[in-house]
Structures are given as C-alpha cells and as structure tokens.
C-alpha cells in the first residue's frame, strides 16, 4: 500500500495530492510538495526528477554502447598523458571542461553523480568556469566511468589542458578577492568607529576598548591586504628602485605602528580608519584593473582549452577515434556535427557549416566545402565532413592568436611608457617634498607634523596614474577582440588613433575574395592542340595549385573534386603578374594579357576580372572571374567617412579606371590601380611626407611588404596562417564595419587615457598644497585618492563599449 | 519569552527532515545550491523573512486579545504540535488538510516566482525565497500557531525568526553532509525521536496553559 512522495520521498497517507509529471499521475504527501513539483515543472526543470530519486541523489540513465566504446578511449595511458596528474601510485586527478550547463542544478547534479561513484574521493564542479576536478583512485575507477557518468547526464566533458598561465591568473584573482574581503572587514572597523565617533560623547574607558578592538580588525587588513605592497616596495627597493608601492607602504606601516603606540601607551592619536579604507580602496583600485587584463589572455585561452583530445581519424579502412596528439599533417580526419575540430584543416569532402565565433566574434555560420580551410576551434554546426590536417598544435591557428594577443600585452606604447615614466619620478619627487613638508611641520607644531606627513603621502599617491594607461588600454583591446579585431601590437591603438587615412587593398579586402570562375573561352592555341574547355581549367588549376592568391581558388573550386591536376615544374610567382610553370613541353603562364601573350592583345572594357593561359607565348584560353563586393564594404565606408577619414584604394589589378563593382562606394580618397607592392609603400610614404598618417588594410599576405611598412596595417585574416601574419591588427571576421569601431575605441581610449592623466594630474597638484597646509586629515586623504584612482579605473572601463 | 524562542528555533532544528524534502529538493532543482553560498543564503534569508512578517501580522492581529485569552492560544499551538508529532510518527496526516486551508493564497502568490527564477543573483533568490516563505506547511502553520501565544508584534516575530534560523543548518547544509543528514532522518528511529520531542513541547505549553487559567 504504501504511497511515498514523488517529491520528497517520504511516505504519502493517501492519494489526495496529485499531479501530472511527464505523462503519469504522481503522488504527493503534502501541499507543499505538490506546489515545488509544480513551480519545478513551471519552470521548465522537470529533467530534475529525470536524474534525480526522490532523495535528491542523482539517477543514472543508460548509455548505449557507441557512446562507450567512444569514451572508452580516455582509459589509454597516451591520452590520459595530457591532462591526468599522477598524485600518488594509486590516486589520478584531473580537471574537465564540462559543457552544456544549461540550468544552473547542473552543477548540484554533478558533484553528487560522481561522488556516487565508487573509488571517487573528490568532485568539485565551479560553476563559473564550468571546470570539474575530480580525484579517483585507479585501482576502483576508470577514468572512462567518469565521462559516461557524465554523459549520462547529459553532458559533454572534456579534458582540460592545465594551463600555467590560467592558473596563476586565477590564483592571483583569488588572493585579490581575499584581500579585498579581508580589508572590507577592516572597513566596516572604520564606519564602526565613524558612527561611534560621531554618536558624541564616548567615555574614556568605551574609547580605549573602540581602540584595541579597531587594531585587532586592523591587523588581518594590515598583513594579508596591504602585506602584498609592502613586500612589492621592498623588492623594488633592493632593485634601487621607486616604485608607487613605496610611499604607499610607508604610509600604511607608519599610520598602522603609530596607532599602535597611540593604542598601547593610551596616548595620542589613532588612524586605523585611514589604513583601512586606503588599503580597501588601493586592493579594489588594483583588483579592476588585474580583472580588465587577464579578461583579454582568457578570451584567447579559452580556445586553446576547448579543443577536443580525440577525433576520428581514416585509418586506410574506416574513421576510428584516435587521440588528436597522435594527428600529423596531412592525415584524414572527420568531424561530426557538434564536434570542435581538433586542428586546422582543409575540407576534402563534404560540405557543412561552420560557428567560427569564438575565433572571429563572428556568430553567422560559415559555409565550408572542398578546398575551404577549416580552424581548430571552431564547431562543426550540421554535416559530417572530411578535413586534411593541415597545421596542429602550436602551429595551429588558435596557439597563434593566443600567441599574439600576449605579445601585444607584452609591449607597453608610448604612453604608457610615459606615465611609468611620469608615475615612477613622481613617487621619488613626493618623496622629497613629503620629508621637507615633515621637517617643516617638525619645527612649526611638531605634534601635528606625524599626521600631516602621513595625509600628504596617501593624498599624493600616484595610484590614479600608473592604473589609468594599462586598465584603458587592456579593456579597449578586449572588447575589439570580442567583435573580432585582434589587436596584436602594443602601438595599435595608439597610433590608431592618429590614423587620417585608410587606404584599402581591393582584392579580398573591399571585395570578399572569392573568385568564381564564370566562362572559359578557348583561344587560338587550345584549338591545335585540342584541349577541351574542362582540360584548360585543369591545366590553370594545376599552375595554381597551393597557391594563396583569391584566384586559386576560382579554379580549384571549378576543377571536380577527385580530378588528378597536370603537375607542373619549376612553378614562379610574379607578383602583380600572374604564375609560370612547365608542363611536358611547355613554358606555361597563367596571369595579365601582358604577361602571359607574346603579341599584346585588345584588353576588353567591361573590366571584369580576366585571366590569361598561355603556351609558349601562345595563347591558349581567357578566363573570367567574378568577386564580388563585401555587403559590410558600402557601411563601413560610410561610417569611416563620417568619422573624418579619407578612404583609399590601392590595386594592384592592371585596369585603370574605376573598378564598376567599386564605383558606387563612397570614396573620398585615391583610387590607384595598376599598383606593385614597391608602388604602394612609395604612395604610403609620400601620403606621411605629407604629414598624413595611413592605415592600410590589406589581406595580409599578397600585401605584406606594404603593411609592414605602413604606420597601422590592419590585415583581413580568414584566421589561417595567423603565424605569418606581420600586422599591427587582424580583423578575422569579414564585418569591415570594426574598422570604424576599431577607429573609435583607439580615439576614445586616447581620449580616456589623456582625461585620466589630466584627473590624476590636476587632483594630486590640488591636494598636495591642502594636505601640506595641514588642511587634510589621513582619513579624508584616504578617501580622497581612492576617490581619484576609482574615479580614473571606472573611466577607463568606459570602453567596454565604443 | 527568551525560553519560546529557543524552543520556536528547536523546533526548526528537528524538524529538518520535513524542510530537506520539501525545500531541499526545491533548492536543488532551482539551482540555488549549485549558484554559491550567497544565492542559497539570500533564498533562505526571503524564506525567514516572510515567516517574521507572518510573525508580526500574527502578533499584531492578535494584540488586542484580552489577557484571558491567552492559555487558549496556548493550548491552540499545542494542538497543533500534537498533529506535527502525529505526522512524524507516522500516526496520522492532519496536518497536511490544514496545509491545504492556505493553498488558495498560494495559487495567487506562486505565479510570482516565475519572474525572478532561474534565480541567477543573490536579489532575485531573495524575492523567491520571499514568495516561498508563503508556502502551505504545516511546520510553518505550528510554529505560527506557537508565536501567536506571544500576542505581540514584536514577539511574535521574534519567534517566527527563531524558527526560521532553526532551519536554516538543514536547508544550508551542502553536499555530502545533506545525503547523511537525509538518510539519518529517514529512519524511523530519528522520526520517533523527532515526535517524541515535538510531544514533549506540545505538553509544556499545555501544562502552562494549564497553570495560566
């Protein structure tokens, strides 16, 4: 007979309460049971009693054999290699990326599945960063019953890369929050004391228990939130070195060990309110500024951390799964829907979509199919497809990217230079003048001489100035990263801002860079030697083969996959030309009329895209092509106009009148065709002779002598070949509108970093001469600069969006 | 009055059976465990809250009862212990048809729930917890009925606050911890202990009921 709750487990007395969960009528013992089964039902969490019982331990549902025998591979030694840690003969540990969170009992869930497991000793899930650390004796467990408890759930594990860096950084933000926690303890101690203070008349006895409990809460604030300072001033020091950590120190430790004395001897003044909201202010002022750094590196990481530890790879018979550190270049692999790819890849057959999001900030999915490079993090939205490994590891294009974003916070610009610079004989001249104000006061009032020296340190405390450059610079970077610029040199931004020119390149930046090829017409020469429309194609996608230029790809598209491409010898590239090669018999060349033709021939004038094969001189077929013009070219154009720039083409392409695909953009500037790259690097250095600085955009590779000799060189990267690319910036998603966005966050950071020196300029000139005066008491100077220096980090966080 | 409010907080201790299979898997599933500590606590900080205003509106209401009057409240709240205690010995379930009396005022209230959940920040976890407050519970209902001997605001939501804090272990409680505490609560031997208890309370407010008249 007995009914138990649905709900809560528990013995029900009669059927009184029901509900319909799922299809079937359930019992509940209670009103408040039945109304939690129905606000969890409401709520769209009814998969709650699914991989819960009643006792809310979890419930395992099966799994089929495929999805084993697929997770079975995370018990082979090679593969536990990158990821597991060893922490005893018996005891493995490792932490896991955990995706598909979608409610937030998810996290509940885990840890309890897993601790059902037998020789499980520790699940612990941190719901912020979805990462899930487990300790397993080896003995009872296999790794593998982890990601089919797991899966079971429904969710996808999968292996996290310990990452150094990612570590520390974290580690780091914990010490802050500790600091932070531990000081704004310390500035509750400094409302108590104020509302003590001002309720009026304390006794002498109340005032001296007021004391000793404000230094027992001062004391944690002093070691663990303001220690870090102090051994930072003392490494500087024995570097013979001023840092701001200095006179920050000296401030904190002499108001601390004067209250000290005051507190112990019962005489004198005492400023623990002071030590601590300086301290609370300086750790919170420093905790921004650490968030709006690390924010820029942990977009990059996270893409290196998402990719997948196995994939299916051809065996020379059939697709088995394989560890991702056993691929070489060059090996087949297949990527299934909603599968990361584990490399960069080139697409051999198949077609599917692709969400290249996390690389590019772009979220439209990108169709891939034959001859398409496909990036290692990027997720594979709808069909199975085949991939020829083309760059792994290190090489690939997401380790490129990471790589650099560090260089770019690796190098510091001018500016930020100049306020080290400006902030480091700053604390070395108030040094001074605090020690002269000091000797001053000694001889005038020595009694007040302490608290006013200790007010002019903490109200000169140059915090505002050496946060203002690095925060504004870290959060512009960031947010342009996340609408797909990668800003990749410290300068960027700075001289972005300068920039009073753009001059773009035509082929694969203004147009999309993708030629189709629209008609083959046979020449004189493809009659005698009989070649059919579809062998002159193959001949030219032959003399293409492997090459980078937009062009290539025309033909290589155009060839039927599978289609064995006549070999050619001794292959040259003539820039702004075209390809030479040898076939058989035959010096072949595939370019301009000029180029290819012995006898010049009449170029049409409808100026589409025509490309030349010839033999020996001889001419053998006329291609054309067709690119079109990027749908975002006409917008950003109009946009960057509007914000006072002069827009540039410069082409290399041979016809000399106005592109008709460009001519109903609004160009302002230049059109210049016919261009070499020595060409356009003389027109970028005449336009700064002329006191006009350039930036140029550019496709990055056809272009990089010209980007790297421009003052800004922005380069439209598709993401492959990120290693190669020499530019101060990548725009990786095609949405040519960044520019204009790219062009206002560099003016707006400059205009942020310039009101932040002013701020921190102007406050610490203003208060210094009051605090001399004596006019200012430690705890309105505390107040004072952490006012100042929050005032100048929350600006610069401004530029989370532009 | 200091002596109501240990036993009001006593009673959410031992009750936390009730509380872990009714809210527990509420919190769980809504997710406020998994959300951090704040989330959980803001939850059960809404949920105490709204029984303290229950408190005051009980004591209020009842303030202006005339001294005779109150052995009567007091023998009222022990009834309604005994059902309590029944309930846990496994005797008899009236208390839930007195649950049901207040399932009206929840149907209207719960649909409020709805805005703030998933309750992602620790503000709109309080709100649910506010709303949960309101729950039909006959735990709830007895430790009402207790701080209405009290007949004043102010004690009454003292008591109600008693109560609510009494819980609170149970209801915190994390992980493993919460499995063992669940498990122990579950044998019988724990709920005739619990029972035996509750008895234990119903018959000293009764006997100073008694000595009151």
Known sequence: MTLTCFHCGLPAYDARFQLTVGEAPRTFCCVGCLAAAQTILDNGLGDYYRFHDPDQTPAAPPVNERDRERLALYDRDDVQADFVRHDSDVERSATLMIEGISCAACSWLIEKRLRQLPGIQQAHFNQTNHRLTVHWNATELRLSDVFIALHALGYRAQPFKADAEADLRQKTARQYLLRLGVAGIGMMQAMMNAVALYSGNIEAQHESWLRWTSLVLTLPVVIIAAGPFVTAAWRSLKARHLSMDVSVSIAILGAFLASVWATVSGDGEVYYESVNMFTFFLVLGRYLEFRARSSVHASGNALLQHLPPTCLKWTGERFERAPVRDLAVGDRIQVLAGELCPADGEVRAGRSQFDESRLTGEFAPRDKVAGDSVLAGTLNQSQPIELEVTRLGPDSSASSLVQLLERAAGEKPRIAELADRGSRHFVLSTLIITALIGLVWWWIAPERAFWVVISVLVVTCPCALSLATPTALAQATHSLRRQGLVVTRGHTLDRLADITDLAFDKTGTLTEGRYRLVSVEPLAGAGTLSLSESDLTELAAGLEASSEHPIAQAFEAAVAHGTRLPEFSDRRQHPSAGLSGRFEDGDYRLGTARFTLDQAVEEASDRRQRVWLSRNGEGLAVFTLSDEVRSTARTALDELESLGLRCHVLTGDPSRDVDPRLADLPLQGDYLSGLSAQAKLDWMHEQQRNGRQVAMVGDGINDAPVLAGAPVSIAMSSGTDLAKQASDALLLNENLRVLATAIRAARKTRRIIRQNLLWALLYNGLALPLAAAGWVAPWQAAIGMSLSSLLVVGNALRLRSF | ?213
């Not at chain 2, 059976?17 to 939850?43: I, K």
């Not at chain 2, 009057?69 to 059902?83: D, G, Q, T």
């Not at chain 2, 149907?107 to 920040?121: G, S």
Request: with cysteine; aromatic share 10%; hydrophobic share 55%.
């Open chain 2, 1 to 213: 009055m200091l002596a109501d409010a240990l036993s009001a907080a006593l009673i959410g201790l031992i009750s936390a059976g009730h509380c872990l299979g009714m809210c527990g898997g509420l919190t769980v599933a809504l997710g406020f465990h998994s959300q951090g500590s704040a989330t959980l606590l803001a939850y059960n900080l809404g949920r105490i809250s709204t029984y303290a205003f229950l408190g005051l509106l009980v004591g209020a209401g009842l303030s202006w009862l005339p001294p005779q009057a109150m052995p009567w409240l007091r023998l009222l709240a022990a009834a309604l212990l005994v059902l309590i205690a029944l309930y846990y010995l496994n005797l008899g379930a009236w208390i839930t048809r007195i649950e049901q009396l207040a399932l009206p005022l929840w149907r209207r209230l719960q649909p409020l729930t709805r805005k703030w959940l998933p309750a992602r920040r620790p503000g709109q976890a309080f709100r649910v917890g506010l709303v949960w407050g309101f729950l039909p519970c006959g735990l709830v209902y007895t430790a009402l009925g207790y701080a209405a001997t009290q007949a004043n605001a102010g004690q009454s939501a003292l008591m109600m606050l008693a109560f609510g804090a009494g819980t609170l272990p149970a209801m915190l409680a994390t992980g493993a911890l919460s499995q063992h505490l669940n498990r122990w609560l579950k044998r019988s031997g724990t709920r005739w202990v619990i029972g035996l208890t509750l008895l234990f309370f119903a018959a000293w407010l009764s006997v100073q009921a008694i000595r009151m008249i």
